[in-house]
Structures are given as C-alpha cells and as structure tokens.
C-alpha cells in the first residue's frame, strides 16, 4: 500500500504566498509522474501542475508564472510553491502520484487526503 500525506495549506490574503508539501511512503518501487490538482466548491478537479520523474514541468494556464512545482525523487516529495495568489485559487488541493509498486511492478494512481487553502481578498 502508498500513502500520501500533505501539508501546508491554510489562509492567506491575496498576494500572498504559501507552500504544499507530499511526501509518498510505503511500498514504492519508483514514481512517475506527481503532481497536485484542486478542487472548488461546486466545480470538477482540475489539473494545477505536474512533474515527471525527469523534472519536466506541466502547468495550468491560470497559474503560469504564479506556482512552481518541484520534487525530490529521493525523498519521494513533491511540493508547490504558490505565490501571488488569489481569491480564485481558493480550494482543497490533493496531491497526486503515479506509483510503480513493489511486488507487482505495476502503475496505480494515488490521492492525498486533500487540504485546504483559502486566498481572502
């Protein structure tokens, strides 16, 4: 089994900044991709950013130049820095990996527990 675990939402104002961390445990043999998608009231998940294992980067048009993913292939994290954020990036955002497991060696998709950042105007 994986488990995901994050941290590092809560409230701020807008302009504002603040960091998601994930860190992924368990029987892990390798992870792809990772990457962390949101969630608002009354709306679908959506794609935020995402990274390979390679550090190729994928972004949400509405957050380019504003949030920059990264991770640590070695500690098996993977963070999101959110800078200059606003009322509109309020959401529960999860955390997401694309985890090879041992035994198997197959890919399953994994979820983070979601936490909360609110952006007040």
Do not use: H
């Amino acid at each position: 089994q994986v488990q995901l675990v994050e941290s590092g939402g809560g409230l701020v104002q807008a302009g504002g900044s603040l960091r998601l961390s994930c860190a992924a445990s368990g029987s892990i043999f390798s992870i792809n991709a990772m990457g962390w998608y949101r969630q608002a009231p009354g709306k679908q998940r959506e794609l935020v950013a995402a990274i390979t294992s390679g550090g190729s980067t994928n972004y949400a048009d509405s957050v380019k130049g504003r949030f920059t993913i990264s991770r640590d292939n070695a500690k098996n994290t993977v963070a999101l820095q959110m800078n200059s954020l606003k009322a509109e990036d309020t959401a529960v955002y999860y955390c997401n990996a694309k985890v090879v497991v041992t035994l198997t060696y197959r890919e399953y998709n994994y979820w983070g527990q979601g936490t909360q950042v609110t952006v007040s105007s």
